[in-house]
C-alpha cells in the first residue's frame, strides 16, 4: 500500500528506540530541540505501517478484527504468511523531522519444498523517499507462506518470523 | 562516532546480549511503537487457538532491530549503508538473545571506505535466529 505521507516524529522515533531497547540520549534530546536532526534506528522505516491508512495488521473503529476477544479470533484470509528475510539500503540516514512518502512493488516470487511442504516465497521492494523526491531508504522484504495446513512449523528451517 | 578505516581490521569481531529474558510487554510496546499489531505476537489466545503456535513469539522485526543496536552502538546511526538478514528461528517469550558482527571485508567505493560485516543473532541454546550482512561507511584516515 501506497503511504503518502509518513512524517518523522521525534516522539515516534523514542518509542521505536525504547522498544528495541536503544536508550541513547540523542532520542530524549530530540523532544526538546528536534532540530537536532537525530539518524533514527536502521529498522524504523517499519514504522510506516502506522500511516497506511489500508494496513490490515491494525484495528479499525467499526471493522471487524481478527484477533481474539470473548473467542479466539479467525484466521485472517491470505495472512498465513510468516517474513523470511528483511534487507535494507540506506542511501542517507533517516532522520527527525524528514517527511517520507513509501511505495511498494511486488518484486520475485518462488517456490522451495520443506519438511512441512510447498513454501511460497514473495519478495516486496519498498522506495521510502523525501519532501525532495529524493531516495532515502530502499527495503526489500521476503515473506513465506507454507501450503501444508497448520502453522509454517517449517519455520525454524526456512525462516519466518511473522 | 564513526568509525576510522584504520580503527579496524578484518576479522575483529563485537558480540553483546541485546535482550535478556525477552519479555512479552516488550513485544507488546514494539507492536505499539512499529503499527505492527498482527494478533500472533501479543494475543495468546490467537496464537494458540488459531494460529496453532505455542504461545507468542516476537516480531521478526524486533529481532532485527535488537540487532541493528549492536551495529550503530559500533559504527554509529548515521554511518550504515546496508543491513539485512534471514529469520531463522522464531524468538519466544524469555529467550536471552546475543549478536555478533565481524567484519569480513575492508574496500572502498566512490563514497570512500566501507566494511562489509557478516551479523548473526543467536538465543540462549545456540540456536541461531537470525543471519546476514550489513555494510557500514568507514571514516577516511586524515
Given at each position: 500500500?501506497?503511504?503518502?505521507?509518513f512524517p518523522?516524529?521525534?516522539?515516534?522515533?523514542?518509542?521505536?528506540?525504547r522498544a528495541?531497547?536503544?536508550?541513547d540520549?540523542?532520542?530524549?534530546?530530540?523532544?526538546?530541540?528536534?532540530?537536532?536532526?537525530?539518524?533514527?534506528p536502521?529498522?524504523f522505516?517499519?514504522?510506516?505501517?502506522?500511516?497506511?491508512?489500508?494496513?490490515?495488521?491494525r484495528?479499525?473503529?467499526?471493522?471487524k478484527?481478527?484477533?481474539?476477544?470473548?473467542?479466539p479470533?479467525e484466521?485472517?484470509?491470505?495472512?498465513?504468511?510468516?517474513?523470511a528475510?528483511?534487507?535494507?539500503?540506506?542511501h542517507?540516514?533517516?532522520?527527525?523531522?524528514d517527511i517520507?512518502?513509501?511505495?511498494?512493488?511486488?518484486g520475485?516470487?518462488w517456490?522451495?519444498?520443506?519438511?512441512?511442504?510447498?513454501?511460497?516465497?514473495?519478495?516486496?521492494?519498498?522506495?521510502?523517499?523525501d519532501?525532495?523526491?529524493?531516495?532515502?531508504v530502499?527495503?526489500r522484504?521476503?515473506?513465506v507462506?507454507a501450503?501444508?495446513?497448520?502453522?509454517?512449523?517449517?519455520?525454524?528451517?526456512?525462516?519466518?518470523?511473522g | 562516532?564513526?568509525?576510522r578505516?584504520?580503527?579496524?581490521?578484518?576479522?575483529?569481531?563485537?558480540?553483546?546480549v541485546?535482550?535478556?529474558?525477552?519479555?512479552?510487554?516488550?513485544?507488546?510496546?514494539?507492536?505499539?511503537?512499529?503499527g505492527?499489531?498482527?494478533p500472533?505476537?501479543t494475543?495468546?489466545?490467537?496464537?494458540t487457538?488459531?494460529?496453532?503456535?505455542?504461545g507468542?513469539?516476537a516480531?521478526?522485526?524486533l529481532?532485527m532491530?535488537?540487532?541493528?543496536?549492536?551495529?550503530?552502538?559500533w559504527?554509529?546511526?548515521?554511518?550504515?549503508l546496508?543491513f539485512?538478514?534471514?529469520?531463522?528461528?522464531?524468538?519466544?517469550?524469555?529467550?536471552?538473545?546475543?549478536?555478533?558482527?565481524?567484519?569480513?571485508e575492508i574496500?572502498t567505493d566512490?563514497g570512500?571506505s566501507?566494511?562489509?560485516?557478516?551479523?548473526?543473532?543467536?538465543?540462549?541454546?545456540?540456536t541461531e535466529?537470525?543471519?546476514?550482512?550489513?555494510?557500514?561507511?568507514?571514516?577516511?584516515?586524515a
Amino acid at each position: 500500500m501506497p503511504v503518502p505521507r509518513f512524517p518523522v516524529e521525534a516522539g515516534h522515533v523514542l518509542m521505536f528506540a525504547r522498544a528495541i531497547g536503544d536508550d541513547d540520549a540523542a532520542y530524549q534530546a530530540e523532544l526538546a530541540d528536534p532540530e537536532g536532526r537525530a539518524a533514527a534506528p536502521p529498522t524504523f522505516t517499519m514504522a510506516a505501517a502506522q500511516f497506511d491508512d489500508d494496513y490490515p495488521l491494525r484495528p479499525k473503529p467499526g471493522q471487524k478484527w481478527f484477533g481474539s476477544g470473548a473467542g479466539p479470533g479467525e484466521a485472517l484470509e491470505g495472512s498465513g504468511g510468516l517474513h523470511a528475510e528483511q534487507h535494507f539500503e540506506y542511501h542517507r540516514p533517516v532522520r527527525v523531522g524528514d517527511i517520507l512518502s513509501a511505495e511498494s512493488r511486488p518484486g520475485r516470487s518462488w517456490e522451495k519444498t520443506g519438511r512441512a511442504g510447498l513454501l511460497r516465497f514473495s519478495e516486496t521492494i519498498t522506495e521510502y523517499r523525501d519532501a525532495a523526491g529524493d531516495l532515502v531508504v530502499t527495503a526489500r522484504s521476503v515473506g513465506v507462506l507454507a501450503e501444508a495446513s497448520g502453522p509454517a512449523s517449517d519455520a525454524e528451517d526456512n525462516g519466518g518470523n511473522g | 562516532m564513526p568509525v576510522r578505516s584504520d580503527e579496524i581490521k578484518v576479522g575483529e569481531s563485537r558480540e553483546r546480549v541485546v535482550v535478556e529474558d525477552l519479555k512479552r510487554t516488550q513485544i507488546v510496546q514494539y507492536a505499539g511503537a512499529s503499527g505492527d499489531y498482527n494478533p500472533l505476537h501479543t494475543d495468546h489466545e490467537f496464537a494458540t487457538g488459531i494460529a496453532g503456535y505455542p504461545g507468542v513469539f516476537a516480531h521478526g522485526m524486533l529481532t532485527m532491530g535488537l540487532t541493528g543496536r549492536l551495529l550503530t552502538d559500533w559504527f554509529g546511526r548515521d554511518s550504515l549503508l546496508r543491513f539485512g538478514v534471514r529469520f531463522k528461528a522464531q524468538v519466544w517469550p524469555g529467550d536471552t538473545l546475543t549478536a555478533t558482527a565481524t567484519v569480513e571485508e575492508i574496500t572502498t567505493d566512490e563514497g570512500g571506505s566501507l566494511a562489509e560485516l557478516s551479523v548473526r543473532t543467536v538465543r540462549q541454546d545456540g540456536t541461531e535466529v537470525v543471519s546476514g550482512t550489513a555494510a557500514v561507511r568507514l571514516e577516511g584516515v586524515a
